[in-house]
C-alpha cells in the first residue's frame, strides 16, 4: 500500500481522528497507571521511615524521574530488541523463518504482478 492511501486510510478523516484520541486516552491512562506504582513507592517508602513532610514525597518524585528516564532510554534502546529477538527466537514455531517468508512471498507477488502487467500490456 502506497503512503497517500494509508494516510487516506488511517490517518484522514473524522473517524480516525476519533480513534487516534481514543489511542491517545488510553495511552494516557496508561502512562498514570504506570505512574501511580512510583507515588506509592513513595509513599510506602516514607511511611516506613516515619518521615511526616509532605514536601519530601514531592523532592522524591522530582529525584526519581531522571533515573527513570534513563531506564525508559536504556529498556527502548537494549531490552526491547533482546525481548523482541528472544520472543522471536524461542517464542514463535517459525522463529526468523516468519520474516523470511513474509520477504519471499512480497518478491513472489511483485514478480507474479510485473508478469501480470507484461500481459495486460500485449493484450
Avoid: C
Avoid at 43 to 68: D, H, M, Y
Avoid at 74 to 84: G, P, R, S, Y
Avoid at 105 to 118: H, P, V
Amino acid at each position: 500500500m502506497n503512503r497517500d492511501i494509508e494516510r487516506k486510510t488511517y490517518w484522514e478523516g473524522h473517524e480516525n481522528r476519533l480513534i487516534r484520541l481514543w489511542i491517545y486516552a488510553l495511552r494516557g491512562l496508561q502512562m498514570l497507571n504506570e505512574f501511580k506504582y512510583l507515588i506509592a513507592g513513595l509513599i510506602a517508602l516514607f511511611v516506613i521511615l516515619k518521615i511526616a513532610n509532605p514536601v519530601w514525597i514531592g523532592i522524591g518524585v522530582i529525584v526519581s524521574i531522571p533515573p527513570l528516564i534513563i531506564l525508559g532510554r536504556w529498556q527502548l534502546k537494549k531490552a526491547a530488541k533482546v525481548d523482541q529477538w528472544v520472543s522471536t527466537e524461542y517464542g514463535s514455531v517459525l522463529k526468523y523463518n516468519d520474516y523470511n517468508i513474509k520477504v519471499d512471498t512480497l518478491k513472489i507477488l511483485k514478480e507474479i504482478s510485473e508478469k501480470l502487467d507484461k500481459l495486460n500490456n500485449k493484450s
